[in-house]
DNA sequence: AAGCATGATGGAATCGTTTCCATGGAGAAG
DNA sequence: CTTCTCCATGGAAACGATTCCATCATGCTT
């Protein structure tokens, strides 16, 4: 447990000043001899500079936070393993939260992540605009993944204001100032809408939608699809935890037993989904069809195998990472990552 | 985008010293109306003490390192959601890097960590004593999950070795010196015991191991369980990446088309195990009986849903970042947590 | 040959905190 | 009344890097 050099030791040691073993080390102007004595005596000392001083100094702690709501949904763990490997190749640490759904423990995370002068932050966010704007008023480069932040003014309204507004029942809504931080999303319109068509195709009317939090987007871009009048009904939302998911499929098949259909807005909704069905002695899809978000690698083993949208969880937690490590003064733009509707047997023609 | 209060605001604003409001703040000495007043500057500035400070004048980064092989191995994500729960409880973050079951990687990523003085990690380790070892001279308090690094001399010598030492046919290896840090480790022996007696009691003899990167431990208690002759052509090792899992399980099956059940030493070699059977025609559990390590959610999914051998992956986690935040002066000692057969659908009689 | 530009170099300031130490005042004990 | 003790308090020194700036030497231009 010999404490490690520091670069003052390495100056002594190869009789310079410090000013010029920063240098050298960071690529700074120096004399070929010098240069050449001063790397041979760090690397004789096995010298590393204490990331410490230098955060200290730059008033950043370098590194990039990432704030996902469950470690153990696969998605979120795919979009993780894309971000730290963008993070990896760039050789910045990873400072990683589980915020549970929970927009409190989010919230406190960010204070976390603020204290520690984490600059960068990846964030697939539970919380709203009261919770994002004070994080980015501290002059922190925020990407969201997956999805933006429900006060956040989406880029496209969604579906149920269309109505509302078509309906000339309402006034625009006085535009919640939309937070000024790019986000890498899918494209969960045409995603669910593809899904739709195709259990429409299937002769399906009365399909569901099994949302988490979250999910409104998606939710949203469901209404949309299957078009007005849309029944309420069958559109419902479980909060974070598997049980609170199970619980909300169980439901929605016995509240509505004539639904023959049903989209999960999530892969830890359509495992509820299956085991809700199961338990209630539906058979997939021959008394029900599932489309599920997100292709994780159990869908297969499913049986059925699951239909499912595919969404390119590690890819888009890469680009959010490289959007984040890019991130300077001008603020980089969102990008759209598309979705793929893979078919497995999940989703069968209706039987009356 | 204005800048953070610094301690120095705060002691200008409320007309003390620095020293006093450390003081006040870390819970030192004042009299109650400094205190008072401290406090409430302090609120009124919004002043959160920046981590980078106390960093450096503390020599150490705070917070704990994580390094698990894949977060989409879901109970690498089950085990890494114990660590994040307990460091939340404490209020340290957590740097998170994912290995992917390459020890060069590993070796990366502890360079790393000790390059931003973070002291106290937690690693499902993939490289042996040779990368392990810096580390804890390092100074480093280090708390091994799931698995013990390869060269470090278990407490329990393994079955491979007793058979030599039994033999004569080898002396007892010089006793690589143990690595200095404790585990949180299932038991691996009662499990793979338990379950190769399960299938035993099913009629099963031939019976195979298949194995990922780190799971020797496991292979030897499998190893143990069967009993000399072990036929080595059934102990079989992918390394760490679902394709080679796969390649694995269908080479395992299309070489020895006689076994008739299969433990998978981990849920990612248990997925490719159930794709290559059904891709070979084989059915579970009819032709092969399927024994799968971790107990995933998708597991009851699975038909039929598979019988597993379960470790308290989250507990895991949770413990060991007890281990390592506890961590003082004298070495904590390590724990073993129980394993637990589940038996679901996946193992049925032997058939002729 | 003198002046000027260029480039290498080291000293010192800086970042925001904790902590050591000296100081001063107040209360207690003699 | 004096001396001793104790505590609140603030100044200043770390911590380990980066970086500004002044200095000095060298080589080139005029």
Redesign the pocket.
């Known amino acids: 447990m010999e404490?490690?050099?520091?670069?003052?030791?390495?100056?002594e040691a190869a009789?310079?000043?410090?000013?010029?073993?920063?240098?050298?080390?960071?690529g700074?102007?120096?004399?070929p001899?010098?240069?050449e004595r001063v790397l041979a005596v760090a690397a004789q000392l096995d010298?590393?500079?204490?990331a410490?001083?230098?955060n200290?100094?730059?008033?950043r702690t370098g590194g990039i936070g990432l704030l996902v709501p469950d470690l153990t949904d696969t998605f979120y763990a795919q979009l993780s393993e894309g971000v730290l490997a963008c993070a990896r190749a760039a050789g910045e640490p990873v400072v990683v939260g589980s915020t549970g759904g929970d927009p409190e423990q989010e919230a406190e995370l960010v204070g976390m992540l603020l204290e520690q002068s984490v600059d960068r932050l990846i964030a697939v966010p539970t919380g709203g605009a009261d919770t994002w704007a004070p994080a980015l008023k501290a002059g922190m480069t925020v990407v969201f993944a997956d999805r933006l932040p429900a006060e956040a003014a989406p880029d496209e309204p969604d579906a149920f204001t269309d109505l509302l507004l078509l309906d000339g029942l309402a006034a625009p809504p006085p535009a919640p100032r939309p937070l000024d931080a790019p986000a890498v999303l899918a494209d969960d319109r045409a995603g669910v809408r593809t899904a739709v068509r195709y259990l429409r195709g299937l002769g399906h009317r009365r399909i569901a939608f099994l949302g988490g939090p979250g999910h409104e987007r998606r939710a949203g871009a469901f209404r949309e699809a299957v078009g007005a009048p849309v029944d309420e009904e069958l559109v419902v939302f479980a909060t974070g935890s598997r049980d609170s998911a199970y619980a909300a499929a169980s439901g929605l098949f016995q509240s509505r037993p004539d639904l023959t259909a049903v989209v999960a807005g999530g892969n830890v909704l359509g495992e509820a989904a299956v085991l809700a069905a199961r338990e209630l002695d539906l058979r997939v899809p021959r008394d029900v069809s599932l489309v599920m978000y997100d292709d994780v690698p159990w869908a297969e083993l499913c049986s059925p195998p699951l239909t499912v949208i595919a969404q390119p969880g590690r890819d888009m937690g890469y680009r959010a990472a490289e959007l984040v490590l890019r991130g300077g003064p001008r603020r980089a733009r969102s990008v759209t990552l598309p979705t793929e509707l893979i078919v497995r047997g999940s989703c069968g023609p209706r039987r009356t």
């Open positions: 404490k490690r050099a520091t670069i003052k030791d390495v100056a009789g310079v000043g410090v000013a010029t073993v920063s240098r050298v080390l960071s700074g102007s120096a004399s001899s010098t240069r010298y590393r500079p204490s410490l001083g230098r200290l100094r730059q008033r």
